[in-house]
Structure formats: C-alpha cells, structure tokens
C-alpha cells in the first residue's frame, strides 16, 4: 500500500449516484475508483483487487451496506469503511459504527468538499495504521533478535 496508488470502492444500488461519486473523485482526487450497484460482484472483485477504502450505501436489495462491510471488513480487516445513505437514521448508525468499527456515516445528498475530506482523512488513517503495522513487525523481529543474542550471552550449566 505504501507506494501504490489507493484504490478506492463505492458500492449503491443506483447507478447514478456510483456515477456521481467516481466523476467527482476522478476530477479532484488521484485514486483509482472502483465501482459497483451489486454487492456480489463487488465481494468477487475485491477478493481478486485490493482496496484501501470502501464506500457503500445502507439500504441495498441483495443485502444491506452493514452486512456487506461486515464482509469487507473480513476481508481487509484494516480498512477504512464509509456508509452513505439517504436516510437519516441514528439506530442504523450507532449498529454499523458497532458491528463494523465504520469510519464515516454519511447523509445523502452529500457535499462535495466533505465527503473528499472524509475519503482523504480515511486514506491518511489508514495510512498511518499501515505504517504502525510494518513498525511493529519490525519491533517484534528486533526483540527476537536480541533475545537470541542474549540466550546465547547466558552463561550454560
């Protein structure tokens, strides 16, 4: 993820909004935009292309965006997850921010600044987990290192 371009997913069963959306971050952003109106296809795609974050409407006809961040979130267990949707509803919120530790819940229509902020401030978290990710892989190999070294430093009966 470090030195490649971030790949972005948005996920809604309406055509135009998957539309909208991917016109406008292709104007304003540099990622690379993968897009969806069908939860299945886009479960099979991302099984085969990594994304870093992902974007998906609440109320879907194969299942809802919660179940089906559930299984991004199996899948990329790191990644930064957004819910869109057109109804303001807290109970839904307070579940997908419960059930699939989502980064963003956002209301329909969105802002065009917000919601590039929010994809940005995703990208630069998840980032910056990536970067603790590889630190600590590196931590725990120095301490295995050093606690050979001084397995073989004790003096042997």
Known sequence: ?????KRILILDDEEIVVNSLKSLLCLETTHDVLTFTSCQEALEAIRRTPIDLAISDFLMPEMDGVSFLKEVRRIYPAIQLIILTGFADKESAIR???EVRLYQYLEKPWDNDEIIQV????????????KLQEYSQELEAKVR???QQVGKLKPQP
């Open 1 to 5: 993820m470090a030195n490649s371009q």
């Open 145 to 147: 290192q050093l606690e």
């Open 119 to 130: 994809i940005e401030s995703g990208l630069n978290e998840r980032m910056l987990i990536y």
């Open 96 to 98: 997908a921010i419960n």
